[in-house]
């Protein structure tokens, strides 16, 4: 069984290539259980959060291991972990493994980006990332290999964080800039990418301006949401799943428990996007809004893109 090095999942993830990775897999037979979710405290009283995704096709299958500890942000410690392990389909012999955090973060961000690519105006110029966790230091690459941004405005709470964020993309030659006040910036945005692990809402539906895509990462579990009944109420819905989003995510699920909206609400899921079975954005004043909460597929194909670049290089 190959342990593959952190460094080289860095290196076989490259944004474009991971998207591609995705629209093909999505466009695949396969089978994917639900996920087990299953929530306890520590000793300190944290709510944390451990997570199984299992999923298979006719070749390989994978399972991924992720813990959420969001007080981790104040022992200056990642909030999320996570092993992956790849395993033959047809005799179950385990062929990698490898750390997932960062396959995690990366297969998130290209999701969204894949799903903005039919869910965003043609014309958008402005971006906007809400977080500063792992998925958002991919979500301003992610999204540029999908739609040529003119700005890139970065909100996040810790400001020291927030500068060298926004250095580094500057550094790499990104238009960036670093935003304090979140109202204006959103009023702005063309398209607002937002992870963070907030459990109440940072982003108001009245700020939201007549053909926005918000793409909503970080809540993941029922009782926590990063956005409001407004922007809910005002925006076309897509999912990566229905059988995740509308259940796992208080940003579905609060919402359809208060008859704000109801699971045929959804337009369509992101394969039903990849397949062309559902256009995606049928107007350019169409607010639309775009929901992840995971899927164990995105992981496998990430994880493939890694596991044979790994055979083919070396």
């Known amino acids: 069984m190959l342990i593959i090095p952190d460094e080289k999942i860095s290196e076989y993830l490259e ?12 466009q695949s037979n396969y089978t994917m259980p639900v996920r087990h979710h299953h929530f306890y405290k520590t000793p300190e009283g ?3 959060t451990l997570i199984l995704m299992p999923v298979w096709n006719n070749e390989y299958m994978g399972m991924k291991q992720v813990t959420v500890a969001p007080a981790n942000a104040n022992r200056n410690m990642p909030s999320i972990f996570a092993q992956y392990i790849l395993s033959d ?9 490898m750390n997932a955090t960062e396959l995690t973060a990366r297969r998130t961000a290209c999701t969204s980006a894949l799903a903005s690519s039919y869910l965003s105006r043609a014309d958008a110029e402005n971006l906007l990332i809400v977080g500063g966790g792992s998925v958002a230091t991919h979500l301003v690459q992610a999204h540029l290999a999908v739609t ?5 405005s970065v909100w996040m709470r810790n400001c020291a964080k927030m500068d060298d964020f926004v250095a580094g993309l500057k550094s790499q030659g990104i238009h960036a800039e670093t935003v304090t006040n979140l109202e204006e910036s959103v009023r702005k945005a063309d398209v607002i990418s937002c992870a963070t692990l907030s459990k109440t809402t940072i982003i108001r539906g009245d700020w939201i301006k007549p053909g926005t895509h918000l793409d909503m990462i970080g809540s993941h579990k029922p009782d926590t ?4 009944d407004v922007a809910i109420r005002k925006s076309t819905i897509f999912v990566d799943s229905r059988a995740g989003a509308l259940h796992e995510t208080g940003e579905l699920a609060l919402p359809i428990a208060d008859g704000i909206i109801t699971a045929g609400d959804v337009k369509a899921d992101i394969v039903d996007l990849v ?3 559902h256009s995606g ?7 639309t809004l775009f929901k992840s909460a995971g899927l164990a597929i995105e992981d496998l194909a990430a994880a493939l893109l890694v596991y044979k670049s790994y055979n083919t290089q070396g």
Not at 89 to 97: D, R, S
Not at 281 to 287: H, P
Request: glycine fraction near 4%.
């Open 15 to 26: 944004h474009k290539k991971l998207i591609e990775a995705l629209r093909e897999i999505f």
């Open 275 to 277: 397949k062309g079975i």
């Open 225 to 228: 949401r990063e956005t409001d």
């Open 281 to 287: 954005r049928t107007s350019s004043e169409e607010v």
């Open 148 to 152: 040529n941004f003119k700005k890139v």
């Open 89 to 97: 389909a047809k005799t179950g012999e385990p062929l990698a493994i």
């Open 46 to 48: 944290d709510d944390n």
